[in-house]
């Protein structure tokens, strides 16, 4: 795997929830490709501060569903390790 750092410099952040396993997969893959990432688990949220954090999905994914991972100015609604790759120019070779 070739180590670009502007790449891995990237700014990710995922929008998720605690129970989920989707959400969860995804925090792994990118803890095991040592990825940094921001994340936010949305139903530990109250109040303003969650209504907040739900109209910012909502920009990115109107669907509001989870995880919505967010990889410079894409946007990858799921757990899709091969588009999450594709966006971060990680190689499996």
Partial sequence: MSEN????D???RIYSLSTCSHCKSTKKMLDECTIQYDF??????????RK???ADIRKHNPKCSFPTTIIGDKV?????EDQI????DLDES
């Fill in 85 to 88: 790759k594709e966006a971060l």
């Fill in 76 to 80: 990858i609604v799921g757990y899709k």
């Fill in 52 to 54: 907040a954090i739900l």
């Fill in 5 to 8: 750092s502007e790449n891995r």
């Fill in 40 to 49: 936010v688990d949305v139903d530990t949220l109250t109040g303003d501060e």
């Fill in 10 to 12: 990237r700014k990710v």
